[in-house]
């Protein structure tokens, strides 16, 4: 079928990890790319061809989720390493490190206002830490078994998450309680997020299916089966009325809520796909997998559209912004096994020329506190050695490396100790960072302690103004 106009095209795609991309990210004013992977590291990409890509080192573990502040100042990554990083997305790279949870992070996410960041984990676990602060608030325990995701609605008041034990909650981050559970699902959901009105929720099942949430009326809204593998991420579009959804079945496919149908298939990795998101704008889309590769599109599909979609929405009787599923409720679970009017887009047999970015890339490096930790840029080796050796957990790497990394002045590593000047052996390294992590766990203990204190107190005293009351309600009947 001849491509259209209004089709998306796959524009680039970007080479550097050596292991599957788990997750991909925006930032905020388009300029910057992030991905995380298998590799154990973060790489950050600007869109402009050809300009150098950071390498971000300090995970020992795979890089699970990450996501960028909503001004852009902060790169939050969580790792199967237990630990969160907060990165600050430039040239140094400088990073803390918060260490709370007992088993491996699957995802971060952070509040509209930038304020609060969500982290959920295989320890059964959510995790609200204050960005300000950069300290730990508390924790949501009802889930049974490993949480997967979790993320905020986009006003702060919920946090919707989704769980191994499959079900999904939604919880309210001011009573810290579970006030909603689903669990209409044959498998779990392995990713859920909001749309851009919060209204509705979408869950990417490992049951195949894409399923749509009124969370007001806690209906199934649409219910999608269009994929013959487990579903792996979803990404709402800043309108409200595309998803795009990312497979272990190869495939991205592009949803249109406002019909209810399948739009776009699209061929373009190799092996599952794992993540996906929109731009901030929406004019962009990228995805990861286990290809190890980064795919950026070109949406084009939202742009003909979207105006006639705003025209409708001025005719209703009341105003919302211009997502509104509130339009399509109620509605039934619809397959869509056999429709017939979707496209399917497969870049490999159309575009010859297509752009491969494989930028020089600058190795950062981080080392591990658990405090603010200071990170510094090596120059790599000139011959004779290879890049791997400067990555700290080489044994995950493919014996390929990128042919090309971006050379710095001695000047910016003058004040780096080499090699032979450091002078603390490794055992005793190992051995502080055991007791710094213990006495984390203590500070965190602590803590946690201090806020049922507090509520113990707060009950108490609640409790002597009310005994208060009936002595003074008896005094006056006597």
Known sequence: MASSPEDPVLERY????KAAITSVDFSPNGKQLATGSWDTFLMLWSLRPQARAFR????KDVVTSLQFSPLGNLLASASRDRTIRLWIPDKRGKSSEFKAHTAPVRSVDFSADGQFLATASEDKSIKVWNMYRQRFLYSLYRHTHWVRCAKFSPDGRLIVSCSEDKTIKIWDTTSKQCVNNFSDFVGFANFVAFNPNGTCIASAGSDHTVKIWDIRVNKLLQHYQVHSGGVNCVSFHPSGNYLITASSDGTLKILDLLEGRLIYTLQGHTGPVFTVSFSKGGELFTSGGADAQVLLWRTNFDELNYKDVSKRNLKRLHF???????DIYPRTPHPHEGRTETVEINPKL??????????PVVDILSFDSTTTTETTVRTLPDTGEEICGYFLNPSLMASECPPTVLKKKTEDISDLPSESQRSIPLAVTDALEHIMEQLNVLTQTVS????RLT????KLKDCLEN???LFNAIQQKI
Do not use: A, N, R, W
Not at 14 to 17: C, D, I, Q, V
Not at 56 to 59: A, E, F, L
Not at 320 to 326: E, I, K, N, T
Not at 350 to 359: A, C, E, H, Y
């Open 467 to 469: 005994q208060q009351k």
């Open 448 to 451: 946690i302690l201090e806020q």
């Open 320 to 326: 919302d912004s211009p997502p509104h599923l509130l």
């Open 350 to 359: 159309d575009v010859i020329d297509l752009q491969t970015s494989t930028p």
């Open 56 to 59: 971000y080192v300090g995970h």
């Open 455 to 458: 509520l113990t107190e707060d």
């Open 14 to 17: 970007f080479k550097g990890h």
